[in-house]
């Protein structure tokens, strides 16, 4: 039986891509394996599949009687279905350890880097597996992608070393044009139905007890959002009501200007003002600086909440 290989749900670039290569890596040493994914790529994860000719992971979100290998998250919430009646046999990570066990032993490769992709450069490395061409592609871009094209806090030298040695190997001779055409398809976003923005990129916390829900939509211009602004909240206000959460906030970042517009449905918005030292502009508030959720939105609102 194949190991099933999968990121997160609402799958991102960096899961998509992981799947793929951890798939490869696997199959490469003697492990059948094939890369999955809990949902349809989204339309930059598109775009990266089709410029390096690699067809999207078939869809699964049930891990019941399969061997699985998790990529890009170690958390419950953000993974397949009954878990517990699947088998886990590897994580491959860059996010903090998630509430997961395993019965058997198991291979970890968790680094507190900017991509899941950087670990898996290092993995090619390691096993003396030449990385192929295409792979080499996609890796590079879910690193561009996860980084924010260097600028994230979560960026480290070893990812911008990474996508150096892959630039190399898939030909990409300036990867800062092909970060950008990344970037401007991500941002578009006429046509698409709200619900679709709210959870093109989102992930749901247990913080203390709480259901709390946050989304991310990077563009390389917050004007382009302006219009959908009182859409999207009057979206994430239903997003909130409907799961039972006690919060949904929704981070409209502008990469060029190097913050986010924060839109906010909570049972009590002061846990917004206790994360950020500052109160909101009713249900906005714009976050200078702050581009990453892992590392400068998730642990402000698990202090907030009082974890
Ligand atoms: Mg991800
Ligand atoms: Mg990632
Ligand atoms: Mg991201």
Not at 177 to 184: P, Q, R
Request: overall charge negative; glycine content about 8%.
């Amino acid at each position: 039986m194949a190991i099933i290989v999968c990121g997160h749900k609402n799958p991102d670039t960096d899961s998509i891509a992981a799947a793929i290569a951890i798939a490869d890596l696997l199959t490469k040493r003697g492990m059948a394996a094939k890369p999955v994914a809990q949902g349809a790529v989204n339309p930059e994860s598109k775009f990266v599949l089709d410029k390096f000719g690699l067809p999207a992971p078939e869809i699964v979100t049930d891990a019941s009687g399969q061997k699985i290998a998790l990529v890009d998250h170690s958390d419950l919430a953000q993974s397949l279905d009954n878990l517990a009646k699947g088998e886990i046999v590897g994580i491959y990570d860059h996010h903090k350890l998630g509430d997961v066990t395993t019965p058997n032993p198991l291979e970890m490769w968790v680094w507190p880097v900017g991509c899941t992709g950087t670990v898996i450069n290092s993995m090619y490395k390691f096993y003396g597996i030449e990385i192929p061409k295409n792979i080499a592609g996609i890796t590079l871009c879910s690193i561009l992608s996860d980084t924010v094209m260097y600028k994230s806090v979560t960026c480290t030298e070893a990812d911008k070393k990474a996508v150096a040695e892959l630039a190399k190997i898939a030909g990409v001779s300036d990867v800062m044009a092909l970060g950008m055409e990344m970037f401007k398809v991500k941002s578009a976003v006429e046509g698409t139905p709200m619900r679709d923005l709210v959870f093109r990129d989102y992930k749901d916390f247990d913080m203390s007890g709480k259901k709390v829900g946050i989304g991310q939509l990077e563009v390389v211009d917050l004007a382009i959002l302006e219009p959908y602004k009182d859409k999207l909240l009057a979206e994430i206000k239903k997003v909130k009501e409907e799961g039972k959460r006690h919060s949904v906030f929704l981070l409209l970042t502008d990469i060029m200007k190097e913050g986010s517009l924060m839109l906010i449905a909570s049972d009590d918005p002061s846990v917004v003002e206790k994360a950020y030292g500052k109160a909101p502009d009713g249900p906005t508030i714009w976050l200078d600086g702050v581009m990453s959720r892992k590392k400068q939105v998730v642990p402000n609102f698990e202090k907030a909440f009082g974890k």
